[in-house]
Nanobody, 124 residues
Framework: QVQLSESGGGSVQVGGSVRLSCALSGRSEFNTYTMGWFRQALGKSREFVGRISWIDGLTYYSDSVKGRFTVSRDKDKNTAYLQMNSLKPEDTAVYYC????????????????WGQGTQVTVSS
């Protein structure tokens, strides 16, 4: 059974940076997987942030974070990362990592495995 465990997050001031980590377990390799990052602000629906294809590292981002956030992965550590720079108050949310088998997707409904979520709060 694939499991995802998130770490990082916390409170940061506007313009600051935070890095989230997502450790994958339950398999020896994840080359057939896509890793996604999503967020959910209070009272809002879950929103796609970015994704990475595990095998080749290709990434894709939502327009709201493009140029500020970076998704990466370390295949040796089976860990994905979300580096968030130039943070804004509207980035405040619970952030989730997720994994799916097969083709890349921006839809949370297509992701099979989820981390527990971690709160990021950006204050001015």
């Amino acid at each position: 059974q694939v499991q995802l465990s998130e770490s990082g997050g916390g409170s940061v001031q506007v313009g600051g940076s935070v890095r989230l980590s997502c450790a994958l377990s339950g398999r020896s390799e994840f080359n057939t997987y896509t890793m996604g990052w999503f967020r959910q602000a209070l009272g809002k629906s879950r929103e796609f942030v970015g994704r990475i294809s595990w095998i080749d590292g290709l990434t894709y981002y939502s327009d709201s974070v493009k140029g500020r956030f970076t998704v990466s992965r370390d295949k040796d550590k089976n860990t994905a990362y979300l580096q968030m720079n130039s943070l804004k108050p509207e980035d405040t949310a619970v952030y989730y990592c997720a994994a799916k088998v097969g083709f890349v997707s921006d839809s949370s409904n297509e992701y099979h495995y989820w981390g527990q979520g971690t709160q990021v709060t950006v204050s001015s």
